[in-house]
């Protein structure tokens, strides 16, 4: 095993947990992305099927952006859209400034027929795709996502990636890394810890609570039946505890006993003296 896959597993942990909610949200979102992915793809582009800027750049966009979720709290299904449309429109691979907005009105004029946001997400979403070359750095943790995973794949063009265009803590740490290879655990876990979340947890959660209604309807047919038959009284069960004598006061007991033995054979004596 690699040396670097403890210390990922034991920094991200807490980080695989929380997202379970991320993907819970992703994988119970309405947006069906294969075939949204398909309706993209089948536009008409001036993008040959192998540019840099094309679809296997969105996917690893897409990837990224997962990961980066994992740690940034970022809204998964807006990352998800920006990795599709943020190059979608682009018309060369060199100088297009605003093939960022061309593919947020692409993505406005596909919203409500291919796939559905609320208008804050959408926001997003359309904010990232329109700036997302122009602008340094972000604060919002979902924008800063979109453009830190655009970034991360820099390498695909010869160019290293610099934590200083980094907007998110974990971004910063992949581009000082200076590859993403060693987070690639870290989805798979994420993913795999979902369908645990889905199917196997809410089983094992309605089983438990199946055992505990039973023990509780036996409970109460077991105390009904020994006050019916009188194997315990009312009083016995909900009266006052009788006191038990413990160890400790048998012994005081036994040593005031001595005392009063004692003191008859000292009154004795002095009486027959
Ligand atoms: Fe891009």
């Known amino acids: 095993m690699p040396g670097y896959l403890p210390v990922l597993w034991h920094k991200n942990l807490t980080s695989i947990v929380l997202f379970d909610s991320h993907f819970l949200r992703m994988n119970s979102s309405p947006i069906d992305y294969e075939v949204l992915w398909q309706a993209v793809l089948a536009l008409p582009s001036h993008l040959s099927p192998y540019s840099v800027h094309g679809p296997d750049h969105w996917r690893r966009v897409e990837r990224n952006a997962l990961i980066l979720a994992t740690q940034s709290g970022a809204i998964v299904p807006v990352v998800r859209l920006f990795a599709l449309f943020h190059d979608s429109r682009r018309e060369n691979d060199y100088h297009d400034p605003q093939h960022g907005a061309r593919g947020a009105e692409l993505a406005k004029s596909l919203r409500g027929n291919l796939f559905d946001l609320s208008d804050e997400h959408f926001d997003l979403l359309h904010y990232a795709c329109v700036w997302h070359t122009d602008a340094e750095s972000h604060d919002d943790p979902t924008i800063a996502t979109c453009w830190d995973a655009d970034?991360?794949?820099?390498g695909r063009v010869g160019i290293v990636p610099d934590e200083h265009y980094m907007s998110t803590a974990l971004g910063k740490e992949i581009a000082r890394h200076g590859?993403?290879?060693p987070w690639l655990p870290l989805l798979a876990a994420a993913e795999s810890r979902c369908w645990f979340s889905l199917i196997v947890f809410p089983i094992l959660l309605m089983f438990i609570k199946i055992l505990l209604v039973?023990?509780?309807?036996?409970?109460?047919?077991?105390?009904?039946?020994?006050l019916l038959t009188g194997k315990r009284t009312l009083m016995q069960e909900y009266g006052p505890e009788e006191d038990e004598a413990t160890d400790d006061d048998e012994e005081e007991n036994r040593w005031i006993a001595l005392g009063k033995t004692l003191s008859a054979l000292v009154e004795e004596s002095s009486v027959v003296s």
């Not at 039973?214 to 020994?226: A, L, R």
């Open 214 to 226: 039973f023990k509780m309807i036996g409970w109460f047919f077991i105390e009904i039946y020994e």
């Open 179 to 181: 590859s993403i290879d």
């Open 151 to 154: 970034r991360l794949d820099l």
